[in-house]
Antibody
């Protein structure tokens, strides 16, 4: 059964770059979209973007200028970078697997706090 | 960007049915979209429940009880998650989602309380 394990810095200062990585265990890495979703405390979910095994990406237009999603197929990992963070970027960040539009498998989530 | 509207909270009695709505903005016809539903309990990631486009185009998540079902209300331009025979374990946040212009769009979520 596929599992997603994510890690990265949990506390950032304003203007720094958020960097998270998600490793995929126990399943195929190809044929899926690998996805990032975030959830500010007490609020709803926000789709950040996704990447295919081929490296093609698709991002939320509202975040596109600050987001980079990359993939390392040799390690079955994909990563998120979000530049110039502010307090509004404080959220639980989830990595997830999307098959034909269904985000069916999620990582455990990591809280990233932006504070001076 | 499209924004899906969900009531922030809903309460239901055990054994009753609960209908959770997800309203699409004007200009986006619910009939053209697949509505995805997710359940999220405190401290846990969302879990996929089901997707619904029509009675002939729908999918139930693995292990999701049949008392969770999807439908649409075309007159309200809304997707609906129906929970029949509500149980205490159904107390959770429920999120709807669509794909619009190659981007996933979520609603704000509905907190279901089982009284």
């Amino acid at each position: 059964q596929v599992q997603l394990q994510q890690w990265g810095a949990g506390l950032l200062k304003p203007s720094e770059t958020l960097s998270l990585t998600c490793a995929v265990y126990g399943g195929s890495f190809s044929g899926y979209y690998w996805t990032w979703v975030r959830q500010p405390p007490g609020k709803g979910l926000e789709w950040i973007g996704e990447i295919r095994h081929s490296g093609s990406t698709n991002c939320n237009p509202s975040l596109k200028s600050r987001v980079t999603i990359s993939i390392d197929t040799s390690k079955n990992q994909f990563s998120l970078k979000l530049t110039s963070v502010t307090a509004a970027d404080t959220a639980v960040y989830y990595c997830a697997r999307d098959l034909e539009g269904t985000i069916g498998t999620w990582g455990q989530g990591i809280l990233v706090t932006v504070s001076s | 960007q499209a924004v899906l509207t969900q009531p922030s909270s809903l309460s239901a009695s055990p054994g009753a049915s609960a209908s959770l709505t997800c309203t699409l903005p004007g200009g986006i016809n619910v009939g053209s979209y697949t509505i995805y539903w997710y359940q999220q309990k405190p401290g846990s990631p969302p879990q996929y429940l089901l997707r619904y486009k029509s009675d002939s185009d729908k999918h139930q998540g693995s292990g999701v009880p049949s008392r969770f079902s999807g439908s649409k209300d075309a007159s309200a331009n809304a997707g609906i998650l129906v929970i029949s025979g509500v149980q205490s374990d159904d107390e959770a946040d429920y999120h709807c989602m669509i794909w619009h212009t190659s981007a996933a769009v979520f609603g704000g979520g509905t907190q279901l309380t089982v009284l």
